[in-house]
């Protein structure tokens, strides 16, 4: 154990032991007060300040030390962690950083946040209190719609990447349309809403927007799954974020493979047990928040049993 608080100190600095823990200044909020309480022996960590925690301090050596100290804490602690999968992971990151896309909204889109609708304005709002999407989500995510152009009939919700442009949105139908969504002619690899979203904290990935309005920080995957050189998954790595995953319950095989691809790279991943076949968007903000609470902690293991019993 001495190894490992010798690596560690290396990397935070100064601090003082109380009570069988280690209290460091921390390296998120960098409070001048040592509120950053290390268990060794528990191998997890948490902030009196800004409540930054985690359960396995190698997250800590990734995030803010340099190449010897994880050589030096693979040596010591036997992670299997292949540092050559992140150097192919971003070895072509500053070029897809440089293709920022910008995305223009419908020439026809109309603000739900006007208190003069028209009735197609009224009528966008009723399908959206049918979803349980109530004002200050309207407001947060800044929807509104379209009542003519290629977009008629659609609820429209923008994207912002973290510059503040927009570089993407959903269109959903709200009339019965056999395509129930309608998106640009543009990238999806994109991040969405990333100038909302804190990689800092957990986040939770989910299929849609309207999945996401009913969680805290979280991002639609917009697609089947997620690749390994997209933007989201590259920004997760990056900052070692902890995910928690929140597929709908009958897209299990897809769940399986987001896994074992972000535990391939080291990241802290918990999952939703549902109840029922209940989807996120179907429930409320307070049930999304019990069943995220309630989240077990994936291992390795646990994903290799998975993924048999789903064959």
Wanted: hydrophobic share 35%.
């Amino acid at each position: 154990m001495q190894d490992k608080v010798r690596i560690i100190s290396n990397i935070l600095g100064k601090s003082y032991k109380s009570s069988g823990e280690v209290l460091f200044r921390c390296p998120y909020c960098k409070s001048s007060k040592r509120k950053f309480s290390v268990n060794f022996d528990k191998n997890v960590y948490k902030c009196w300040v800004c409540d930054v925690r985690g359960r396995d301090l190698y997250r800590i050596v990734r995030r803010f030390g340099s190449f010897v100290d994880l050589e030096a804490w693979k040596a010591v602690s036997g992670n299997k962690l292949d540092l050559n999968e992140f150097e192919f992971l971003f070895s072509s990151e500053k070029e897809e950083e440089d293709k920022q896309q910008i995305v223009p909204m419908p020439p026809e889109f109309k603000t739900l946040t006007s208190r003069a609708l028209d009735d197609e304005g009224k009528r966008a709002l009723q399908y959206l209190k049918t979803r349980s999407v109530e004002k200050y989500d309207i407001l947060k995510w800044k929807m509104g719609y379209c009542s003519r152009g290629e977009y008629k009939n659609r609820i429209v919700i923008p994207s912002f990447d973290e510059s503040g442009d927009m570089n993407y949105f959903v269109a959903r139908s709200y009339s019965g349309d056999y395509m129930r969504y309608k998106n640009p002619p543009a990238s999806r690899n994109i991040i969405f809403n990333e100038l909302y979203l804190d990689f800092d904290k957990e986040i939770i990935l989910v299929e849609g927007v309207f999945d996401a309005i009913k969680a805290e920080n979280a991002v639609p995957i917009l697609g089947s799954t997620i690749r390994e050189n997209s933007k989201l998954f590259r920004k997760i790595v990056k900052h070692d974020t902890p995910v928690l995953l929140a597929l709908d319950p009958d897209a299990r095989r897809k769940s399986n493979a987001i896994k074992e691809k972000l535990l391939k790279y080291g990241i802290e991943v918990r999952e939703i047990r549902y109840h029922n076949n209940q989807d996120i968007g179907d429930m409320s903000k307070d049930e999304v928040k019990n069943l995220s609470t309630g989240a077990p902690l994936i291992r390795s293991n646990d994903q290799l049993i998975e993924a048999i019993s789903a064959i």
